[in-house]
């Protein structure tokens, strides 16, 4: 496609539930993140991927976060035993090192644990 | 310290105005720099890449301080549509972690 794209849009869950959150980063990109941002909060990093392999891992939040990349193309970000502080919006971004690392968002997926 | 620091604001300005806001990053080793803006509830959009001479895309002027550590955004004559906040972007030389700074809001009014 165009542009990173991100699945489901939006998703209402139940406290204790797993949810599976999709990337699709544009063709060809080597780099892909996720971030989160909560309500009237900033970015804050949760891992990245340089191919399939996860360099950085530091900024996931707990051990009921989990991501993984395959083909260098889709991402799945994995949200075990939600909670209600998990409610907020999952961004993607992927870039590519010849454009000296300018990262391209897809729309976000916005995550309410009810 | 954070890694990357940003006035929060709000800025809130005439159209037409000059706003000038800064972004200060802790690593020496930084290597390349950007600013986003983000419209709300929306995903940010890279506003434009800031090189060590600086650079200028139109209304928008960016400049890098090596020296201080800190990189500027200067937004001439001011629009409504430039009501956003910008997000100051930083990563380090071979390392595709971005660093991202919490935001200036600017609010731009008639």
């Known amino acids: 496609g165009a542009g990173v794209s991100q699945s489901p849009s939006n998703k209402v869950t139940e406290k204790g539930k797993d949810v599976e959150l999709r990337c699709d980063p544009i063709?060809?990109?080597?780099?892909l993140y996720w971030y989160r941002q909560r309500l009237g909060q900033g970015l804050e990093f949760l891992i990245y991927?340089?191919?399939?392999?996860?360099?950085?891992k530091s900024g996931l939040p707990s051990d009921r976060f989990s991501a993984e990349r395959t083909g260098e193309s889709v991402s799945t970000l994995t949200i075990q035993r939600t909670q209600q502080e998990d409610s907020a919006v999952y961004l993607c971004?992927?870039?590519?090192?010849?454009?000296?690392?300018?990262?391209?968002f897809g729309q976000g997926t916005r995550l309410t644990v009810v | 310290r954070k890694e990357v620091e940003q006035d929060p604001g709000p800025f809130n300005v005439p159209e037409g105005a000059t706003v000038a806001f800064n972004c200060t990053y802790s690593?020496?080793?930084?290597?390349?720099f950007f600013w986003y803006r983000q419209d709300c509830r929306k995903e940010p959009k890279l506003l434009m890449s800031?090189?060590?001479s600086g650079n200028e895309d139109g209304r928008f002027t960016a400049q890098l301080n090596r020296a201080s550590q800190y990189i500027s955004l200067l937004i001439r004559d001011s629009k409504l549509s430039d009501s956003a906040t910008y997000l100051c972007?930083?990563?380090?030389?071979?390392?595709?972690?971005?660093?991202f700074g919490a935001g200036t809001t600017v609010t731009v009014r008639a």
């Open positions: 971004a992927s870039s590519f090192p010849g454009r000296g690392y300018e990262a391209f």
């Open positions: 063709s060809g990109h080597t780099a």
């Open positions: 991927f340089q191919g399939n392999s996860a360099p950085d």
């Open positions: 690593n020496s080793a930084s290597q390349s």
């Open positions: 800031v090189y060590s």
């Open positions: 972007v930083v990563t380090l030389l071979n390392d595709y972690k971005l660093s």
